[in-house]
């Protein structure tokens, strides 16, 4: 059964929503616990352009946690699920925050100057999110795509 979204401000609620529409939202809002329930024990996570590797429930939820400090409204480009295979892509919308910055920090991310200065900034990269279901519905496998060198080129 194919699942095709168009672009809807309102697909994160109800019968459109599909598995990763509800970890995005979920993230965004600081529901967690919504966010957690979506995530097989071992989910992998492969984040591009970095070619990182985040293994296990807790590790993603760690990352998941970071991202859930900065001020987001993420807007749905498109939401498709297609038995266990799905595609999300969306516009990341947010403001830098004090903890995504640490976090960032610990991570290593290549902040293109002082990241203490993007701090309140706000920034908009598309997204998409290529991901598994495992047999009880869970999240097992995403990919992530994004252009980091955009997101740095937007901030002052």
């Given at each position: 059964m194919s699942q095709i979204q168009p672009p809807n401000?309102?697909?994160e609620v109800g019968q459109r929503a599909t598995p990763?529409?509800?970890?995005?939202?979920?993230v965004a809002s600081g529901d967690m616990g919504?966010?957690?329930?979506?995530?097989?024990?071992d989910i992998e996570w492969y984040q591009?352009?970095?070619n990182q590797k985040v293994k296990g429930?807790?590790?993603?939820?760690?990352?998941?946690?970071?991202?859930?400090?900065s001020e987001k409204k993420p807007e749905i480009i498109n939401n498709v699920l297609i038995g266990k295979w799905g595609?999300?892509?969306?516009?990341?919308?947010?403001?830098a925050t004090q903890e995504l910055i640490e976090f960032g920090e610990k991570q290593g991310w290549p902040f293109p100057r002082d990241p203490s200065s993007l701090i309140g900034q706000k920034y908009r990269v598309a997204q998409c999110f290529v991901y598994h279901l495992?047999?009880?519905?869970?999240?097992?496998?995403?990919?992530?795509?994004?252009?980091a060198g955009s997101v740095w080129a937007q901030f002052k």
């Open positions: 401000d309102n697909a990763l529409s509800t970890l995005i939202f979920g919504a966010v957690e329930a979506q995530l097989a024990d591009m352009p970095y429930k807790k590790a993603v939820m760690t990352w998941l946690k970071a991202g859930s400090t595609v999300f892509e969306y516009w990341n919308v947010g403001t495992d047999d009880d519905g869970r999240i097992d496998l995403m990919r992530q795509y994004l252009d």
